[in-house]
C-alpha cells in the first residue's frame, strides 16, 4: 500500500497509458483511434515529466547558489521534442483521415474493410 | 571538412528537404534529391573506406559537445556498412523515382513529395549514424513520419494507400511510442542516453526487473518497426498501395534500419549476458522469425498482384534476419547482417522493376505479366534473377545469407530450426514459379 501512495504518478500513467492504448486497438471510428493514440503518447510524456522531479527541488534556473536544489531538465527537454512529434503525428493523421472521408465517404473501420475487400474482389473477377 | 562528413550526410538531405518543397518547375526537385542523395552515397562510401583502413571509429561530436554530454555520431564496422546500403539504394531509386513519379503522381505534388523523400532518407541515415537513444527516436520518427505521406500518395492512382497509410500510421506510432517508454526507463535507472555510457551503467542494474522491462518494451516496438510477425499487418497494404518509388525505397531500406536499430540497442547496449537476454528474448525471436518465414512465403504463394507477392516476402526474409539475430551467436549476427544487405538489393532491384512494368503495362498482376517477358525481356529479367536470389539458388546473394543462416542454427544444434529454414526457403518456388509460367 505504501508502496502505491509513493509510486501514485507512476500508476496514473499506467492507468491512462492503457485507456488510450485500448481506444487505439478496440475502437473501429479513426477519430476514436487517434484520440486513443494522443492519450498514449500523453501518458508517456508524463512519465517523463514526473521522473524528472527532485524531492524539494526548484525550477532548474541559475541562481548562483551552488547549493541550490533543482529538478532534473533533461526529460523536460526531451518532451519538448517528443511533443512536436506528437503533434506532427496527429497533423498527419488527421489529414489522413479527412482523405479517407472525402475518398471513400466513412471513416469506420468496418465499413472501410467491406468497401475494400468488394473492391478487391471486383478486381480479382477482372484479372 | 572531411571530419565533419558523419554529420554531412545526414545533414545534406534533411536541409534539402524544405528546399525541395520550395522548388518549381520540371525536374528542380528532382534534380536536387538527386544531388543530395548521390553526394550522401560518395560521403558513406568515403567514410566506409576509411573505416576499413583505421579499423576504427569515428565518432563526431555534435557541437563540440563530448559523450556522453553532448550528442556523438559513430562510424563503426556495422554502421559503416550499412549506410551505403541505404545511401545507394536511395540514389538510385531517385533516378528511377523521375519516369515512375512523373507517371504516377500529380504535378504540383511533385516537390513535396522529394521534400518527403530527402526527409525518410534523412531519418535513415540519422538512426544509424548517431550514439544517442533518445536521437535514434527522433530520427525514427522523422523517417516514419515522411514514409507516411509517401504512401499516401499512392491515392491518386489507388484510394487504398490511403487507410493503407493510416493503418501504417497508428502502427508506427506505437511501435516509436513502445520504444520511447523502454527508453524512458533505462534513463531512470541509468541517467544517460548515450548508448555506449548506457551500456557501461547497465551492467550494474542489469538484474533489476524494470531493466528487463525496458528490454521488453524496447525490442517490441522495434518488433512493430521491422514488421515481425505476428506485428507485419502494416507492412503489405501500405507497400502495395504505395507510389512503386517509394515501395522500391521503403521495402528495401525502412524495415532494415530497424533491424539494424534492434541488433545495436540488443547486442550493443543489453549485451549477450543480460539476464533473460539469450534464452527468453533469443528464443521469442527465433520462434517468430520461423513462423513469419512460413506464413509470409504461404501468404505470398496465394498472391496475385506482384507487388503484393513480394510485400509478403518481405514478411518471410525478415523473419529469416530474425532468426539470425535469436541464434544470439556471432554466426547468427553476421547471417542476419549478410541478409540485410542481400535483401535490400535484392527487394531494390524488384520492386523497381515491378515499377517499370507498371510504367509500361499497367498494374502488375499475374494477368497483365502474361507474355509479357517478350515485350520488356529486361524487365522480366531482373524480376526473374531477384526471384530466384529471394530463393536463395546457388551463384545468387540470396544463397549466401541462407548458407550462413542455416550454419549459425547448426551451430547451436538447432537442427529442426534449420530444417524449418530450408523448407521455408523450399516453399518460395511455387510463389516464385507461379509468377515465371506467366513470362514466357
Redesign the interface.
Known amino acids: 500500500m505504501s508502496n502505491l501512495i509513493a509510486h501514485w504518478n507512476y500508476f496514473l500513467v499506467i492507468a491512462l ?1 492503457m485507456i488510450g ?1 485500448y481506444a ?1 486497438i478496440a475502437r473501429g471510428n ?1 477519430v476514436k ?1 487517434m484520440v486513443g ?1 494522443t492519450i ?2 500523453t501518458s ?1 510524456f508524463m ?2 515529466i514526473s ?1 524528472g522531479k527532485v524531492a524539494n527541488g526548484t525550477a532548474p534556473i541559475l541562481t548562483g547558489d551552488a547549493t541550490t536544489l533543482y529538478a532534473n531538465p533533461l ?1 523536460h527537454v ?1 518532451i519538448l ?2 511533443i512536436v ?1 506528437g503533434v ?2 496527429t497533423a ?2 488527421y489529414a ?2 479527412i ?2 472521408y472525402e ?2 465517404g466513412t471513416i469506420e473501420d468496418d465499413e ?1 474493410i467491406k468497401i ?1 475487400e468488394a ?1 478487391e474482389n471486383a478486381e ?1 473477377s ?2 | 571538412m572531411m571530419q565533419h562528413l558523419p554529420i554531412l550526410q545526414v545533414l545534406l538531405p534533411l536541409l534539402g528537404a524544405p528546399l525541395a518543397a520550395l522548388l518549381r518547375g520540371r525536374d528542380m526537385a528532382w534534380g536536387l534529391a538527386l544531388l543530395l542523395t548521390g553526394a550522401a552515397f560518395l560521403i558513406s562510401i568515403i567514410l566506409f573506406s576509411q573505416q576499413q583502413m583505421t579499423g576504427e571509429t569515428l565518432v563526431y561530436d555534435l557541437g563540440g559537445w563530448p559523450a556522453p554530454i553532448g550528442i556523438v555520431y559513430v562510424i563503426d564496422a556495422a554502421s559503416a556498412l550499412v549506410l551505403p546500403v541505404i545511401s545507394g539504394i536511395a540514389f538510385v531509386a531517385t533516378i528511377a523515382a523521375r519516369r515512375l513519379v512523373e507517371a504516377e503522381i500529380d504535378a504540383r505534388d511533385h516537390a513535396l513529395f522529394y521534400a518527403a523523400w530527402l526527409l525518410t532518407i534523412a531519418g535513415m541515415l540519422g538512426q544509424v549514424t548517431t550514439g544517442d537513444a533518445f536521437n535514434i527516436f527522433v530520427f525514427l520518427e522523422i523517417s516514419s513520419l515522411s514514409a507516411y505521406a509517401l504512401v499516401a500518395m499512392g491515392a491518386g492512382r489507388d484510394r487504398r494507400a490511403l487507410p493503407a497509410a493510416f493503418n501504417y500510421l497508428i502502427l508506427g506510432t506505437v511501435g516509436a511510442t513502445f520504444y520511447v517508454i523502454g527508453l524512458g526507463l533505462l534513463y531512470m535507472l541509468t541517467g544517460t542516453l548515450n548508448l555506449m555510457d548506457l551500456s557501461e551503467r547497465l551492467a550494474d542494474v542489469q538484474s533489476t526487473r524494470a531493466a528487463f522491462t525496458a528490454l521488453a518494451f524496447i525490442a517490441l516496438g522495434l518488433f512493430l518497426k521491422m514488421a515481425l510477425f505476428p506485428l507485419h499487418f502494416w507492412l503489405v497494404p501500405a507497400y502495395a498501395h504505395a507510389p512503386s518509388a517509394v515501395s522500391a525505397l521503403m521495402a528495401a531500406t525502412a524495415t532494415k534500419v530497424s533491424v539494424y536499430v534492434l541488433i545495436r540497442l540488443v547486442f550493443g547496449v543489453f549485451g549477450i549476458d543480460f539476464p533473460g537476454l539469450a534464452d527468453a528474448v533469443g528464443l521469442l525471436v527465433l520462434t517468430l522469425g520461423i513462423a513469419g518465414a512460413f506464413v509470409g512465403t504461404l501468404a505470398a504463394i496465394l498472391e496475385t498482384d506482384l507487388k503484393k507477392l513480394f510485400a509478403q516476402s518481405s514478411i518471410a526474409q525478415l523473419g529469416y534476419m530474425a532468426i539470425g539475430i535469436g541464434a544470439m551467436s556471432a554466426t547468427g549476427l553476421a547471417a542476419a547482417f549478410i541478409h540485410l544487405f542481400n535483401h535490400a538489393l535484392m527487394k531494390a532491384a524488384l520492386f523497381l522493376a515491378i515499377g517499370a512494368i507498371a510504367a509500361q503495362v499497367g498494374r502488375a498482376s499475374m494477368g497483365t505479366i502474361q507474355g509479357a517477358g517478350r515485350q520488356i525481356p529486361l524487365t522480366m529479367t531482373a524480376i526473374l534473377v531477384g526471384g530466384l536470389a529471394l530463393i536463395g539458388v546457388p551463384l545468387t546473394a540470396g544463397f549466401i545469407s541462407k548458407l550462413y543462416l542455416v550454419r549459425a542454427l547448426l551451430e547451436q544444434d538447432f537442427w529442426l530450426l534449420a530444417a524449418l529454414t530450408f523448407i521455408s526457403s523450399a516453399l518460395h518456388w511455387p510463389m516464385f514459379g507461379k509468377s515465371l509460367k506467366r513470362l514466357g
Open positions: 497509458m492504448f487505439v479513426m483511434k493514440l498514449f503518447q508517456v512519465l517523463y521522473m526529460p526531451l521534442t517528443a512529434v506532427a503525428t498527419v493523421g489522413l483521415i482523405r479517407v475518398s471513400y472501410l475494400i473492391e480479382a477482372n484479372a
